[in-house]
């Protein structure tokens, strides 16, 4: 019996494991969509996580993979973490080993240093690396703690380590040929060799960044490098390639990305080659769309261009501005630097907080009133629970009308649009018959001159023409066709009009001979006297009969 309880309760907790584990690997669609938005585009990978009511995530997966979804998507937007804290906490408990282990380390550490917290953040930083195996992902993020433990180092003047780690993060970058990720390490390790006067180690890894920057064809990458270029060459005081590289990084700068740093930049180097006027036309430039810290710059700058040209009112002026902006910078940074504060007080608090509760959790369960109040709120939770199950359907149903409203709008819109799309094939149709047939009609006129021109090469053409020139005044002496050369004419018009003879005859099966010949003598231009001749009268009255009830036959048989 006791083996028995045992196998069964064994049978129920793998379960339990194996029902965990397919938790984990399913998730919501919304959050694989975010994730796949996150690389291309975080600012609409950021607004989608926004948009995702957390109550409707089921597992402490979902949960814990959306709360680490929305921390890089904040991370990626240059975003303060600070407000992510509880967020980056509920990751690295949840998450127990792996990738998703190493990202929640990550994002703590990038939130310690933040705070200031350097110390802790290294060891977060560190605590992350063994969690990270071989895979592309995995040495990207490798590679993102590498740069950050050598930012931390290079902030607290540590060059040699600094180095170490930005050299490693490069060769990370490099595994997974990520060229963007290498162009900045390359800049960070330029920043050391600067730092530490290594000029032509300097010189050979901004050249190695600048021709990488290129191959990235990314332009706002290639504008970043070249203007870290151009710093390194003003560094070596060789002003001439600093403003060539600083002209090159303005043309590459993409229209929606300020230009102010690099006009500022280009201000200061026309002024330190003694260019007053253009020094002074690009830093007023940097005005247009710089931060409050360019603007105090700028103001410097102008301070000393004015100073050595003897405006000694005017640099006053830019002197005073200048002052006054750094000051309230320095409120600024001041403030942000108390709001750290308080976050890792805060942070401490709960720590202190979280440690108290467990003690009194633990006195408590002592008591029996416990179970009394955990009694009572079940009451109250099975009295609420039909209030929000009712609230639910309700907007359930709320929500399944409005989407079946947008739904038959949708449909609406597309029929309207098929509607117009085939009003406008309509339109071309009707516009190529109408030319078609305006065709038909020229090729028909075509088609008729030539058989006209053909009949006019007859012999009886050439008898009737002459036979039109006689003097018609007395109709006892006018000539006309003999018998024979009529039926020469019969035979040689229906053999050139072969195709009108037989449409007639099909449209109008009622037509004499006589009505056929009548019919294509006319359309030969022939004037009614000719066609007279023809029939072998000399009176045009009898042609114009014979036009009259061919007309009227023509008008009954329709």
């Not at 359309?523 to 045009?540: M, P, R, V």
Request: glycine residues 4%; contains cysteine.
């Amino acid at each position: 019996m006791g083996l028995r309880k045992t196998f069964l309760a064994f049978v129920y907790i793998s379960c339990l494991v194996i029902f965990s584990c397919c938790q984990e690997s399913t998730s919501s669609p919304l959050l694989v969509e975010a994730d796949s938005l996150l690389a291309i585009s975080p600012e609409k990978a950021l607004q989608k996580l926004k948009q995702i009511d957390i109550s409707k995530l089921h597992s402490n997966y979902e949960k814990a993979y959306y709360s680490l979804l929305l921390v890089q998507a904040t991370d990626k937007n240059y975003l303060s973490l600070l407000p992510c804290d509880s967020l980056i906490n509920v990751c690295t408990e949840y998450f127990y080993s792996g990738l998703n282990k190493g990202k929640s380390y990550l994002y703590k550490g990038r939130l310690l240093v933040e705070m200031g917290m350097e110390r802790e953040a290294i060891d977060f930083f560190y605590k992350a690396l063994p969690e990270l195996k071989n895979g592309k992902s995995e040495i990207r993020i490798r590679g993102m703690i590498y740069e950050d433990l050598g930012r931390v180092y290079y902030s607290q003047s540590l060059y040699n380590e600094a180095l170490d780690k930005f050299n490693l993060a490069c060769n990370d970058y490099m595994s997974i040929n990520d060229k963007k990720a290498i162009v900045n390490a390359l800049g960070f390790i330029s920043r050391v060799y600067a730092i530490q006067n290594k000029n032509k180690d300097e010189i050979r890894v901004m050249t190695q960044a600048i021709k990488l920057a290129f191959e990235t064809k990314d332009s706002l990458v290639i504008s970043n490098t070249c203007n870290n270029y151009s710093m390194t060459y003003e560094s070596l005081n060789k002003i001439d390639s600093a403003l060539q590289y600083a002209f090159l990084a303005l043309s590459y700068r993409p229209f929606n990305v300020k230009k102010s740093p690099i006009y500022l930049s280009i201000g200061n180097l026309k002024l330190l080659n003694s260019e007053i006027d253009s020094a002074r036309y690009y830093l007023n430039k940097s005005f247009e769309d710089g931060t409050v810290k360019d603007h105090a710059l700028t103001h410097g700058y102008l301070s000393d261009l004015e100073k050595g040209q003897g405006n000694f009112q005017e640099a006053f002026e830019h002197l005073t501005v200048f002052s006054e902006v750094i000051d309230s910078l320095y409120m600024v940074d001041k403030s942000s630097q108390i709001e750290q504060m308080g976050y890792k007080y805060e942070i401490e608090a709960k720590v202190a907080s979280h440690k108290a509760s467990m003690r009194l959790t633990i006195i408590a369960i002592v008591f029996v009133s416990i179970i009394i109040v955990l009694m009572l709120l079940l009451v109250l939770q099975r009295l609420n629970k039909k209030k929000t199950i009712a609230k639910l359907l309700y907007k359930q149903r709320s929500e399944k009308m409005l989407m079946e409203i947008a739904n038959l709008q949708t449909r609406i819109d597309q029929n309207n649009l098929q509607i117009q799309c085939l009003e406008k094939e309509q339109l071309d149709w009707d516009f190529k018959i109408e030319e078609k047939m305006r065709e038909v009609q020229e090729l028909a006129k075509q088609k008729n001159k030539l058989r006209n021109a053909l009949f006019q090469q007859t012999s009886s053409y050439t008898k009737i023409q002459k036979l039109s020139k006689q003097d018609r005044s007395d109709n006892k002496s006018i000539k006309v066709l003999t018998q024979a050369e009529q039926i020469e004419l019969r035979k040689t018009i229906f053999q050139i009009y072969e195709e009108s003879v037989a449409e007639l005859q099909e449209k109008f099966p009622k037509l004499t001979e006589d009505d056929l010949l009548y019919s294509c003598l006319d359309q030969t231009g022939l004037d009614t006297f000719a066609i007279a001749l023809c029939f072998g009268n000399a009176s045009k009255q009898i042609v114009n009969q014979r036009r009259y009830r061919l007309k009227a036959k023509m008008i009954i048989e329709e």
